[in-house]
């Protein structure tokens, strides 16, 4: 089995694990989502070509729609950040200010 830096809940949240990586979420054709320790946001610059090339640049990279996930791309995901709170990425809502919102404070 192999050791990630995150673990899926139920049928779409993701929880971030590991501090030292950050987690570049591909949700299909939509916006890159970056999670690290100090929060979320749209990931601008270049997605690796290979997770190697991820790791080595502290990254790992989470494909929603892989079969080993989720098996689908999802327009409602939920994330659980190392800063202790719960974050809502609603991908109908992509070019709007309510794309990532707080979803809820101090999940811990």
Partial sequence: MIERNFITSGRNTVIHKVKKFDLLIINGEKPVIIISHRGIGIYKGEIPAKRSIAKKAYQD?????????????????FVQALDGIEYKIDYSKEDTSSFIKIHQNHYM
């Fill in 61 to 77: 990279i989470v494909d929603i729609s892989s079969a080993e996930l989720f098996g689908e791309e999802k327009t409602l995901l």
